[in-house]
């Protein structure tokens, strides 16, 4: 086997899991639209890995049973911070708060395109190198 042909069947392997991600995160963004509760949340704090430009807000918001619950938000980055303190719309599966989103468009959208896209490139990259070999 040679290294090219480990190369494509990783780049395949890649985008299949981009794909199935995708898929994923869409499902579930449909499931919160239809059966999801809304709620209120507040970032509460700002998480910073060393050596990232970018922090993870942490948001908190109260669930239906009364209890506050908190997660961090899939999409995060560049054009996607939330400052401390900030109020953002949230929903999330009433048998599942751990399953909460922030609740608007570019938050929303963010994660499916960015899983697509990147399982493109790499299924694009595996049929170019197919191809042109």
């Known amino acids: 086997m040679t290294g090219e042909t480990v190369g494509i069947g990783l780049a395949v392997l890649v985008g299949l899991a981009g794909?199935?991600?995708g898929a994923r995160e869409a499902r579930l963004q449909m499931r919160l639209s239809?059966?999801?509760l809304r709620a209120e949340g507040v970032v509460v704090d700002l998480e910073r890995e060393p050596g990232d430009d970018c922090?993870?807000?942490v948001i908190e918001f109260i669930d239906r049973q009364g209890r506050p619950s908190r997660f961090r938000p899939v999409a995060t980055g560049q054009g996607l911070e939330l400052a401390l303190g900030?109020?953002?719309p949230v929903v999330y599966l009433p048998e599942?708060?751990?399953s909460a989103r922030v609740?608007?468009?570019k938050h929303r959208l963010s994660p499916i395109v960015a899983l697509f896209a990147g399982a493109m490139l790499f299924l694009g990259v595996a049929v170019g190198v197919v191809l042109t070999h």
């Open 103 to 105: 609740f608007t468009r």
């Open 96 to 98: 599942r708060p751990g």
């Open 19 to 21: 794909l199935w991600a």
């Open 55 to 57: 922090s993870t807000p």
């Open 34 to 36: 239809r059966y999801g």
């Open 86 to 88: 900030t109020h953002v």
